[in-house]
């Protein structure tokens, strides 16, 4: 296999696994905060699954890129260094901003679960404020996109 291809899988594993590592963690921290309050106010638990799952969409994003990039059919055993360095770039941009604002959105909603549990109507505003972390997300998405069409 040829340098630039290798370059290539290793940004879609990147891009793919950190996302995912990041919305495993990040789903995770939404779930414990839930247990800890179903233990309050068990009538709440669908706003407490909402607010666990947010975090969820970065893995999704990760894969969606990795689809977009791997199907356009440009990883090609004639591509350039470039084209792979091009990919690889891609996938520490999504992979890394996906990790960190998976593992930032579930502290958000932890800490919006917490107040809902703790009899507080908050809902709405925990939303808010849990988007803005995915804001990141679905930029650095939309730069794996605008970089596949680069290329």
Same mark, same amino acid.
């Given at each position: =296999?040829?340098?630039? #291809? ?8 990147? =891009? ?19 247990? &800890?309050?179903?233990?309050? *106010?068990?009538?709440?638990? &669908?706003k407490y699954m909402l607010?666990?799952?947010?975090? &969820? ?10 689809? /977009? /990039? *791997?199907?356009? %059919?440009?990883? !090609? ?6 084209? %792979? #360095?091009?990919?690889?770039?891609? @996938? ?7 990790? =960190? ?11 919006? /679960?917490?107040?809902? @549990?703790?009899?507080?109507? #908050?809902?709405?505003?925990? =939303?808010?404020?849990?988007v803005f972390p995915e ?10 996109? !605008?970089?596949?069409? &680069?290329?």
């Open positions: =296999m040829t340098t630039p #291809v290798i370059l290539s899988y290793i940004g879609l594993a990147l =891009m793919v696994g950190l996302a995912g590592i990041g919305s495993a963690i990040g789903v995770s921290i939404g779930g414990s905060a839930t247990l &800890g309050a179903l233990k309050k *106010n068990e009538a709440e638990f &669908g607010l666990s799952a947010l975090p &969820g969409t970065q893995g999704l994003y990760g894969f969606a890129g990795f689809f /977009i /990039i *791997n199907t356009s %059919g440009k990883i !090609l055993p004639e591509m350039t260094v470039l084209q %792979g #360095v091009a990919i690889l770039a891609a @996938g520490l941009i999504l992979g890394f901003v996906g990790l =960190m604002s998976a593992i930032q959105q579930g502290k958000v909603c932890a800490d919006g /679960i917490a107040g809902i @549990g703790a009899g507080y109507d #908050v809902f709405g505003k925990a =939303m808010v404020l849990a804001l990141y997300a679905i930029v650095a998405f939309a730069t794996t996109f !605008l970089i596949s069409t &680069g290329l």
